[in-house]
């Protein structure tokens, strides 16, 4: 019952998506005040309420592990803890093609209720485009990946959700990667929103922003959690492996960290409009193209995701349609609209637009890294693409970026000139002279390592520049978060560098009682044993290390076996100092009584996530100072409006 | 019309071009090796067991035609295929192994168990010679011709019905 409740939310959903394409588009004739035109809004406000019933009926049928429902028979299991239960109505295809659908007529609903600062007729032309997009998906979900199919007789037990995404991490990942790529959608609603009533304005840029801030941040936090997952769960000891499924949720965050800025100078310079309109259309093409590469398993990916040449092609076709429709419209219409106002190459505006260019240099060598084994294979030649091409490859476009970084901040909008900021100008370069001459004293260190180092002790510094002569406490929260957001690029840097630089591996196959070293650490196998949890059993290892002699920790990592379905995980096991963090991974028995144990001491490798977070909150707090921003500025024009119509009263 | 700003519609439809062919063919697993037809690289291997002989791209140019075995003795298929190893040289075919990523006890164990059908086994740690003639996994059989010229290639284990198929490559390639 409730299954077919959800079926139905999800049909009358997919007509009113339907219902605010076609009014929204007749209104761009009939005139913003025509009957037709006020359908629009509405229809979006109920869409996002029936979506929600929907996503709602089937996070009851998976908590109640409801087996005659085919996708929770497919993917469930009456023993799986209550958690993963709930989160294994998106760890799937059709479930999480729901979630992302319901997110989106949800952030439809959201504009459609509360957004009044652009012209009528731009707003209805976003909801059409927003209307137009969402049924693609409705249609993906209804026509081909019916999540409420229901299975006759219905399954006695579940089988299982895979044991490697049974994990709180990975729980959250997706739909975190999802709302960001909803968030983009929104961005690219607005986008065509303009471009069909050519209104490219600074409010345009304003209203934009909050969701490409939103959707940028949650990529942000999508993409560090997704890499500590690989880096703990699948016990290789890489943090980032150019794995085309990464590459897919690195795209959409390139080019939605070009657009945060451009957008940036869109509403405080009226700058870059078309720029801005183009980078708003790519972001969100790369989320869609990173789904379709992952979905359709045109790419072989060590992520192998559900793959079906039915649901590629389906993707497929909506890329064709709306991508291809808004690059259309994009050439089209572009050209009326006009460059917007000009700039100096030394002001905030050309350090701004030099990023973007290097951010669109490292999104097109990532997509062309990503996608040359596709073009080869036309040709007959298998080839695959990895570290060796992108880390040099995009490092040339990132050492730029990360210089321009540290000093666009110091420049004044418009026209500055550089002898004005000639101080912090020497030194950035002064410190950045210093890291490169005392990190290569130590010796050994590769090139780019070196470089990373020495430019995330320059930039690190740099980022706190913009503060210099302000009063702290009246900075605005903006401000606040593109130091912390910089900063933390500097911090990150700093753990991807010095995790190349200064890590060191020890394999060694250990008997029970025997110890070995790595780096200054000093591990003894204690002993080996079985162990089991609520759905598995596994081979534990009790290890016990010491960091340069001193108090022992006990570690203990596991290779599980889970039985529905069975598979093996290894659980890696870290520990976490200031300064790097020890990674224990227990592999096979070796013969004579031996256990393989593979060990690593990675320094300062924690620092990457910690940038990421940092990123995340400086994103965050630049999303309140923003939207805190708009709520006064709307309370104040509410007010005048009131204080002219009380005046007017009189007269 | 400003040519530039059709640039990103005609990058998009060269992507779905290609996403289109490359969904309409036929997932093929197999990579074959683009050295077929081509004389072996030069290499030298060390040993698999102290006193007995390496395998070196020299030993191949002498006229006579051989197999060429990639495998390891952590290679499950591996054991699956020994059988029909030994078949083949019972048959007559010259073999000669290349174990990678392998160590010399492991080998040893291995060739105790299910019998040593090779004339001599080289020792490739680093995947080097198996890159270096075009193999992708383990195990794969190259037919080696008299000149040193490599002129077949099996992928994956040897089944029962690709022996006669193998010997047959053999002939040919000492003709």
Known sequence: MIAELGLAALWLAAALAFL?????????????????????????????????????????????????????????????????????????????????????ALAGGLIALVERRLPERTMQATLAAQGFVALGFYAFLLLSSNPFARLEPAAREGLGLNPLLQDIGLALHPPTLYLGYVGLSVAFSFAVGALLTRQVTPDFAR??????????????LGITAGSYWAYYELGWGGWWFWDPVENAS???????????????????????????????????????????????????????????????????????????????LFALRAATISEGERFSVASREGALVFNNVMLSGILAIVLLGTLYPLLTEAFGVRVSVGPPYFNPVSAIFAIPMFAVMAVGPLLRWRRDRWGRIGKQLALIAALLLAGLVLISMIGGIALLPLLGLAFALALGVASFLPLR???????????????????????????????????????????????TTVGPWQVELAAVGPQAGPN???????????????????????????WAPPQQTSESVLVTRWNGQLYAVLGDAAEGGR?????WWKPFVTFIWYGGGLIALGGMLSLIGRVAGDLKRRRVRRRARQRREDAEVPA | MNWRLWLPLTAFVAFLAIAAYSMSQPKDDFVRSEMVGEPLPYFSLPPAAEGQPGVSSTDFADGKPRLLNIWASWCLPCIAEAPQLAELERQGAEIVGVAIRDKPEDIAAFLAEHGNPYTSIGRDDLSEVQLGIGSSGVPETFVIDGKGVITYQHIGDIRESDVPLLLEQLREAGA
Not at chain 1, 69 to 88: E, Q, T
Not at chain 1, 207 to 220: D, E, H, K, N, S
């Open chain 1, 20 to 104: 605010q394409m076609a009014a929204g588009a007749l209104a761009l004739r009939a005139g913003p005040d025509s009957e037709i035109a006020r359908l629009t809004r509405p229809g979006a406000v109920v869409q996002g309420a029936l979506a929600l019933v929907s996503f709602a009926a089937l996070l009851y049928v998976f908590a109640v592990t409801d087996l005659s429902v085919a996708l929770v028979a497919a993917n469930s299991h009456s023993l799986k803890p209550w958690i993963y239960k709930v989160s294994g109505a998106w760890g799937n295809h059709e479930g999480s093609m729901l979630l992302w659908v319901t997110v989106m």
């Open chain 1, 469 to 515: 002569g302000r009063r702290l406490a009246r900075t605005p929260l903006a401000t606040w978060g593109m130091v912390i957001a910089h900063f933390g690029i500097a911090v990150s840097l700093f753990g991807m560098a010095s995790e190349s630089a200064f890590s060191t591996e020890r394999l060694a196959a250990l008997e029970i009682g025997q110890a």
């Open chain 1, 595 to 599: 256990w393989q144990v593979r060990l």
């Open chain 1, 536 to 562: 598995w059993t596994a081979l534990a290892g009790q290890m016990v290390a010491r960091y340069d002699g001193g108090n022992p920790v006990e570690i203990v990592p596991m290779a599980r076996s889970f």
């Open chain 1, 250 to 328: 690195l795209m959409p965050w390139l080019a939605a960290t070009a657009l945060l800025h451009s957008v940036s100078v869109l509403a405080s310079r009226d700058a870059l409009r078309v720029w801005t309109i183009m980078l708003g259309v790519v972001a969100f093409s790369m989320s869609m193209v990173g789904t379709f590469l992952v979905r359709s398993g045109i790419l072989t990916s060590v992520h192998a995701f559900a793959v079906d040449p039915e649901r590629g092609s389906f993707i497929l076709a909506l890329l064709a349609i709306y991508i291809g429709g808004a690059l259309l």
């Open chain 1, 207 to 220: 209203v934009m922003r909050p969701w490409v801030l939103g959707a940028w941040i949650f990529l942000t």
